[in-house]
């Protein structure tokens, strides 16, 4: 297959495992979004489940939040790991939502990337899930499949966002984001395929022979 026809490919068989597919962390509107994909920064989506609905209990919103001592925060998302970094900045950015946005969280990309703990990943996931701005957040899981499937070069998450954009039609990339991420999961995961195992690897690329040994991002 050349690459446009594994990205049709990939893209059809996608929608046909996960035509809605759902996202993974408890939220109920773009602000308890941004906390919770802040959270999954080196930590998994379970673990980050577990612990915002505690954090959420003690305070769900930009103004609650503002108020919060640091410690209080910490306490509770100790699990996720980077937990001193992440307490500081989910109250920081708290409070800058209260001085700058009256509460609300920017529809604004440019605007997410400059609070404190939101990368472009981070912005970009909020954009895409909670206001439905065409956005393509490229996570380790995305970065890795993107090139055992011969859609990107790998030299960085950067890149590999780049390179999926120019591929696949806009109008696919929130669900396509998701899509990508389902499926690592559950068939292509770091450890049970290589390239050489999952239906997706097997059909575009049938006469691989070696495992395929994937950039880090």
């Given amino acids: 297959m050349l690459k446009k026809e594994r990205a049709d490919y990939i893209r059809q068989r996608l929608k046909e495992l996960y035509p809605d597919p759902p996202i993974p962390l408890i939220h109920k509107d773009a602000y308890?979004?941004?906390v919770a994909v802040l959270l999954s920064a080196q930590c998994t989506d379970e673990r980050v489940n577990q612990v915002t609905p505690k954090l959420f209990a003690l305070a769900n919103n930009?103004?609650?939040?503002?108020?919060?001592?640091?410690?209080q925060v910490y306490d509770i998302i100790r699990p996720c790991g980077l937990a001193p970094q992440k307490s500081k900045a989910i109250v920081r950015l708290s409070q800058i939502l209260m001085e700058q946005y009256d509460g609300e969280v920017p529809e604004d990309m440019a605007a997410?990337?400059?609070l404190p703990g939101v990368g472009h990943k981070t912005a970009s996931?909020?954009?895409?899930q909670a206001f439905g701005q065409p956005a393509f957040p490229v996570d380790t899981h995305i970065h890795r499949l993107a090139q055992?499937?011969?859609l990107s070069n790998g030299n960085s998450v950067t890149?590999?966002?780049k390179d999926l954009k120019r591929l696949f039609p806009k109008e696919s990339w929130n669900a396509l984001h998701l899509q990508i991420i389902y499926y690592g999961r559950e068939f292509?995961?770091?450890?049970?395929?290589?390239?050489?195992?999952?239906?997706?690897?097997?059909t575009c690329f049938p006469n691989r022979k070696n495992p395929i040994k994937t950039r880090k991002a």
Avoid: H, K, P
């Fill in 159 to 161: 890149q590999t966002e």
């Fill in 112 to 114: 997410l990337e400059t």
């Fill in 62 to 71: 930009a103004c609650d939040m503002s108020r919060v001592a640091e410690q």
């Fill in 32 to 34: 308890t979004l941004l």
């Fill in 125 to 128: 996931v909020v954009m895409s």
């Fill in 188 to 202: 292509c995961s770091a450890r049970n395929c290589n390239g050489l195992s999952c239906e997706i690897c097997r």
């Fill in 148 to 150: 055992r499937w011969g």
